[in-house]
């Protein structure tokens, strides 16, 4: 078992127990304990193999390790089982509605018996919930536009989450000795944000060789077809992955064939037509006046793009977007990669809801090659947070000063704040205690649900303040959660460039805000973009590289990300 399935199954044991009104001191501990699973760098597995104590594991006692160690050694985790017999696991799906939760969902299957989605849509259709104690339209609402949001989440998978999988996966493959390549292809290889399936394509002297091992992989649930060529397997978590092998003289066709997108592969092929030739996934073919297809090329993804006079495409381009405007004028733009980015300017340390301590995140930053970071603790009305009031941030920012004389100078450490935008719009702290600040970034935390002028108001207002840098994840969304809040962007865009401020992509996998395409939008606009991981834990800063994809998903450049600069260059961006 992987640490994830470990965690998440902890992570079901909580709601599920929380659903039924369990003491919320427990139903704590198993969630305290899957987040630290979930984050754990060692697989478990090896740690119970090696026979070591689990309980020196943050939120691990002696309960839970005897648990971990059951289920490490026969899948089993009997209390999850036990309450699924009283429970129906439908209600899983109501538990996992944004904004609705175990105590609620309870609440709901006690007084109108509802144990599945399809009951809830009902009843809020029939305005039977609303009728409930602390429920009212408003909820009903929220409710109906959750099943909506949950339903499509059930679809489509973090690209993080399906990162995990497609590592494991080819590393489980690549144990076949009669494979002789093998690579992911479809949206996954595109970088989108959420990905539907898993694509896999190999060669290999012995398909049903390869097949058997593709099935014996561990997460696999179901085998959903297989044929001479193709299978589908399901997972556990519901993903579907296709493995397809094909000849080694199809192998660039087939990569460039599912690597996708669809509308780019529709421009490819008129693009062929137009050249008397014929492109699909066994190759690239001369059409002859008979009628007859002669193979030309087709073994390598680059000579099928040659074939047809066109530049190899990174995937992450290839959506029919900007890709082929680009080609015809003769230069693809050069796009960013992770190292070059220099600094990092948005991360939490203990101060707040951080994990780590500063010298902690300092050394990871230093570890992972970056030249300066910006510790960005909450501010005061984030109080669920413990954010920072006036007088703890200038003793933190003292801290760091005295910090700052034991490191070399080679890397640098700013005094940053993460401060919130008031629902009434204004900054969270003064002025006076801004001005001290190095690095100053202003969030929407609060207040998501306001009509778009209020909102757009609020995020102009901080772009105006003098002290603020940048805004953090500008829209607010949270991918197969939440949408992204009412604002007028293109406002926001003008308010940025009139006033010299960044704008930040923010790197987290559940974030990625900006999206893709608003990052093209500020780059058309030169707009400049920050990429931050927005790190509550010395791993959080490894999140940079899903920021780089959807970087790179936009056409951003070196040129067109801030941090690539050093950060007297930044500072010179800004004005200062
Ligand atoms: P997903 O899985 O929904 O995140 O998106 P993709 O892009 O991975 O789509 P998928 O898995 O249905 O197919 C993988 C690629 O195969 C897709 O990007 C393009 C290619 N492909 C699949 N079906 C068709 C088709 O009917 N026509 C064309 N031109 N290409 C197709
Ligand atoms: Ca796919
Ligand atoms: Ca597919
Ligand atoms: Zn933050």
Redesign the pocket.
């Known amino acids: 078992m992987t640490n994830e399935q470990i965690a998440n199954r902890f992570e079901t044991l909580a709601d599920l127990l929380e659903f039924d009104g369990a003491n919320s001191f427990r139903v704590r501990a198993y969630r305290n304990a899957a987040r630290t699973i979930h984050d754990l760098g060692d697989p478990l597995s090896t740690m119970v193999d090696q026979g070591r104590d689990l309980t020196e594991l943050d939120g691990i006692g002696d309960d839970l390790a005897k648990k971990i160690v059951v289920m490490v050694n026969t899948g089993h985790l009997p209390a999850l089982e036990d309450i699924l017999k009283k429970i129906p696991a439908t209600v899983l799906a109501i538990l996992r509605i944004p904004g609705l939760g175990p105590k609620k969902a309870a609440v709901l299957h006690k007084e109108l018996g509802i144990n599945d989605l399809d009951q809830l849509k009902q009843a809020c259709v029939e305005h039977r919930v609303k009728e409930l104690k602390g429920f009212g339209a408003k909820t009903e609402e929220t409710i109906l536009k959750g099943i909506k949001i949950a339903a499509a989440a059930d679809e489509?998978t973090y690209w993080s989450k399906a990162d995990l999988v497609v590592q494991d996966l080819l590393a489980h493959l690549k144990t076949c000795k009669s494979i002789e390549r093998i690579e992911p292809?479809?949206?996954?290889r595109?970088g989108?944000e959420?990905?539907?399936?898993i694509?896999l394509l190999s060669v290999s002297t012995d398909s049903q060789e390869v097949m058997d091992r593709f099935a014996e992989f561990p997460l696999v649930e179901e085998t959903i077809a297989r044929g001479d060529t193709k299978m589908s397997v399901r997972l556990e978590t519901g993903l579907q992955v296709?493995l397809r092998v094909v000849p080694a003289e199809s192998f660039g066709a087939a990569l460039q064939?599912?690597?996708?997108?669809?509308e780019h592969?529709?421009r490819v092929?008129s693009i062929a037509k137009q050249k008397g030739l014929k492109v699909n996934e066994w190759g690239v073919f001369r059409v002859e006046e008979n009628g007859d297809e002669t193979y030309v090329v087709g073994a390598e993804e680059a000579d099928v793009y040659a074939a047809l006079d066109l530049p190899w495409f990174p995937p992450e381009m290839r959506e029919d977007r900007e890709e082929f405007r680009w080609a015809e004028s003769g230069k693809l733009p050069e796009l960013i990669v992770e190292s070059d980015l220099q600094g990092d300017l948005h991360m939490h340390t203990h101060a707040s809801d951080g994990a780590n301590s500063l010298e902690e995140m300092v050394a990871a930053a230093r570890a992972k090659g970056l030249k300066y970071i910006a510790i960005t603790d909450h501010s005061q009305r984030v109080s669920m947070a413990n954010g920072l009031d006036s007088e703890r941030l200038l003793e933190q920012w003292k801290m760091i000063d005295e910090f700052r004389k034991t490191i070399d100078d080679d890397f640098l450490v700013l005094k940053g704040i993460e401060c919130d935008i008031l629902e009434q719009g204004g900054m969270d702290l003064p002025d006076e205690v801004l001005a001290q600040a190095d690095w100053v970034i202003g969030s929407v935390h609060y207040g998501q649900n306001q009509p778009k002028r209020q909102i757009t108001d609020r995020i102009i207002g901080a772009l105006e303040n003098r002290y603020v840098c940048m805004i953090a994840h500008p829209t607010g969304r949270l991918i197969n959660n939440r949408p992204p809040y009412e604002v007028d962007l293109e406002e926001v865009f003008q308010a940025a460039i009139a006033n010299k401020k960044f704008l930040e992509l923010n790197a987290a996998p559940k974030r990625l805000d900006l999206n893709d395409v608003y990052c093209a939008a500020a780059k058309q606009r030169g707009i400049p973009i920050v990429i931050n991981t927005d790190a509550h834990r010395t791993e959080g800063l490894l999140q940079a590289r899903y920021g780089i994809l959807q970087a790179r998903r936009g056409g951003l450049t070196k040129a067109d990300v801030a941090n690539t600069r050093s950060w007297a260059e930044m500072q010179k961006m800004l004005g200062r």
């Open positions: 489509r292809a479809g949206s996954y595109r989108k959420t990905i539907g399936d694509d296709d064939y599912f690597t996708g997108s669809k592969n529709v092929r």
